[in-house]
């Protein structure tokens, strides 16, 4: 939960799990991997650390490979192979991530939940606290290391394990809509909402499994748009940003 007796002007979440889709790595519209756009969160990531907020980062891997391609009853890929795929090309994503950071002096782990020593750590608990609490950024890959569970799914039950106070949702708009607001520009956003409401509206936030993991766990989400500088900061240090889900 916020830490009420920090300064003011100083976080109010201590450790927190920001969930970065694999969209976040491209440009709109396109796939693969832009360095400007992963410039942008590299920046703001910076300045979160800056401020002592220990920092754990999930990121999808749909801008390279989405499992569900492949799912179609013709393919030649079996299921359960494609989403292993898809965990793969998360790695991938946490590679990029991982030199991008620490391009901007920002010190890194980068964890995965299937075992490739060459490149990762594997995911151990106590481990990862560990990273948090000497102040590096922990980049979480490969899912949960097992098909059909996302990597909102994963986000949350990290958040649960690593105990964080918070997950936020990075994406390019500034929060939760009653319907999408490209197709109905009457559509409201919402400043909160609880989860309860989310599940039985069928929001498109994070997956019902992600969702019912945070709420059992009482663990609030913010959904922000990370493009907008600062968002992301701003939502850490508890002002109202995008739509806080709890």
Do not use: W
């Not at 976080?11 to 360095?35: D, N």
């Not at 890959?141 to 936020?168: K, M, N, Q």
């Not at 999408?180 to 909402?193: G, Q, T, V, W």
């Amino acid at each position: 939960m916020p830490d009420a007796s920090m300064p003011a002007g100083a976080p109010v979440y201590k450790r927190v799990l920001l969930k970065l889709s694999g969209e976040s790595f491209c440009r709109p519209g396109e796939s693969g991997i832009s360095l400007s756009e992963v410039s942008i969160i590299c920046e703001q990531i910076k300045r979160v650390v800056a401020t002592g907020v220990q920092l754990a980062i999930v990121c999808g891997g749909g801008n390279i490979l989405r499992g569900k391609e492949f799912s179609a009853s013709n393919s030649i890929v079996i299921p359960s192979t494609a989403h292993y795929m898809g965990m793969l090309a998360t790695v991938i994503n946490g590679l990029a991530l991982q030199d991008a950071l620490e391009s901007f002096g920002v010190a890194t782990r980068l964890q995965s939940a299937i075992r490739m020593e060459g490149v990762a750590e594997p995911f151990i608990r106590r481990r990862c606290i560990r990273h948090l609490e000497k102040g590096r950024v922990v980049i979480l890959a490969a899912g949960t290391g097992s098909p059909f569970v996302t990597t909102d799914t994963a986000a949350a039950l990290r958040a649960r394990e690593i105990d964080a106070d918070v997950v936020v949702k990075a994406t390019r708009v500034d929060g939760i809509y009653s319907e999408d607001p490209l197709k109905n520009p009457h559509a409201m956003r919402y400043s909160e909402i609880t989860y309860q409401d989310v599940i039985r509206q069928g929001l498109q936030v994070m997956d019902m499994q992600a969702m019912h993991h945070c709420m059992e766990h009482g663990i609030p989400i913010v959904v922000l748009n990370y493009q907008k500088p600062g968002n992301i900061e701003r939502a850490i240090a508890g002002e109202r940003m995008g739509t806080r889900v709890g």
